[in-house]
T-cell receptor
Framework: AQSVTQPDIHITVSEGASLELRCNYS??????LFWYVQSPGQGLQLLLK????DTLVQGIKGFEAEFKRSQSSFNLRKPSVHWSDAAEYFC???????????WGAGTKLIIKP | DGGITQSPKYLFRKEGQNVTLSCEQN?????MYWYRQDPGQGLRLIYY???????QKGDIAEGYSVSREKKESFPLTVTSAQKNPTAFYLC??????????????FGEGSRLTVL
């Protein structure tokens, strides 16, 4: 069965430091992969997505993610975080012709001043 | 601006009462979804609809009901049969199948508390 694991429930990073959020998936074929961000009390917004091609994808707000098939991973990165990046981040996997995404449990990002 | 509007933002309910959460979209999307979000559990799909007058159960449909009489509207009723209804509810829409396009557009959510 498909599954998505985000190993870190929360991560604390100093403002200006680099960030990497981990995401591992289990899926039989090449999946479609997504990262969403949720600000407190709000809905989710798509940060970036991977369907095929270049394994390094760029998203909004300066985020990028790299698909590594050998590690079944799709980690999210940002070179320098800002206080406004404090939010919860969700990794998700989908498949062609599928009506739904499979979601990770989320990683809460805390920014230290 | 196009988007998804959920109401109410906060709702309190006594045990044994049904409540209906509203979801309206003006994005002209065919597909609409209802998710439940609990701390540490990610998003769980309650119901989805790919077209007017048609909808399917998701992973946790028990105790919930929906209707899709108009393309723009997909209300969710939390019935008294839902044993643990206190949660944050998110409505979303997509142009096509979510697993294909991956781009879900979300409302700001409705927080339901059962007293």
């Amino acid at each position: 069965a498909q599954s998505v694991t985000q190993p870190d429930i929360h991560i604390t990073v100093s403002e200006g430091a680099s960030l990497e959020l981990r995401c591992n998936y289990s899926y039989g074929a090449t999946p479609y992969l997504f990262w969403y961000v949720q600000s407190p009390g709000q809905g989710l917004q798509l940060l970036l997505k991977y369907f095929s091609g270049d394994t390094l994808v760029q998203g909004i707000k300066g985020f990028e993610a790299e698909f590594k098939r050998s590690q079944s991973s799709f980690n999210l990165r940002k070179p320098s975080v800002h206080w406004s990046d404090a939010a919860e981040y969700f990794c998700a996997v989908g498949a062609d012709s599928n009506y739904q995404l499979i979601w990770g449990a989320g990683t809460k990002l805390i920014i230290k001043p | 601006d196009g988007g998804i509007t959920q109401s109410p933002k906060y709702l309190f309910r006594k045990e044994g009462q049904n409540v209906t959460l509203s979801c309206e979209q003006n994005l002209n999307h065919d597909a609409m979804y209802w998710y439940r979000q609990d701390p540490g559990q990610g998003l769980r799909l309650i119901y989805y609809s790919q077209i007017v007058n048609d909808f399917q159960k998701g992973d946790i449909a028990e105790g919930y009901s929906v209707s899709r009489e108009k393309k723009e509207s997909f209300p969710l009723t939390v019935t008294s049969a839902q044993k643990n209804p206190t949660a944050f509810y998110l409505c979303a829409s997509s142009r096509g199948l979510a697993g294909n396009t991956g781009e879900l557009f979300f409302g700001e959510g409705s927080r339901l508390t059962v007293l």
